[in-house]
């Protein structure tokens, strides 16, 4: 039987959470460049790491589910799960489902809300 010692665990959590975290960065500096470059990668890392820890606070631990929620995260700003602005996001992201259905509400509440946006800004326009 193999047992795992706790100061053995967490070097091995702490490990994939940076190997995590790399990835992301090198991944959002492609999607996102002009943005990634005015923040530098320090800038970059930290808004990854509060993204990752949002994530884990919404019980949300899937790679592609934090991937899209750090994409949001671009798109809506750092705070769009708690942002009165975007109840939607908040609605999702508390409910009492699983994590698969909650980054599954909270991408159709998302291209809801864009596509709200996108028909007021076209309204404001003709008038």
């Not at 995590?20 to 960065?25: C, I, K, P, S, T």
């Not at 970059?44 to 899209?68: K, N, P, S, W, Y």
């Amino acid at each position: 039987m193999l047992i795992i010692r706790k100061e053995q665990w967490d070097a091995l959590t702490e490990y994939s959470r940076k190997r995590a975290e790399d990835r992301y960065v090198k991944l959002f500096f492609r999607r996102y460049p002009d943005e990634s470059e005015q923040m530098g990668e320090p800038g970059l890392r930290r808004r990854i790491t509060r993204g990752m820890q949002r994530c884990r606070f919404h019980g949300i631990t899937d790679a592609q589910h934090v991937e899209q929620f750090i994409d949001m995260m671009f798109t809506w700003g750092d705070n769009f799960d708690t942002s009165p602005e975007r109840p939607w996001a908040a609605r999702a992201l508390g409910a009492d489902v699983h994590a698969d259905m909650k980054m599954r509400q909270l991408a159709i509440n998302a291209t809801a809300a864009q596509e709200a946006e996108f028909v007021k800004k076209m309204k404001r326009n003709k008038g």
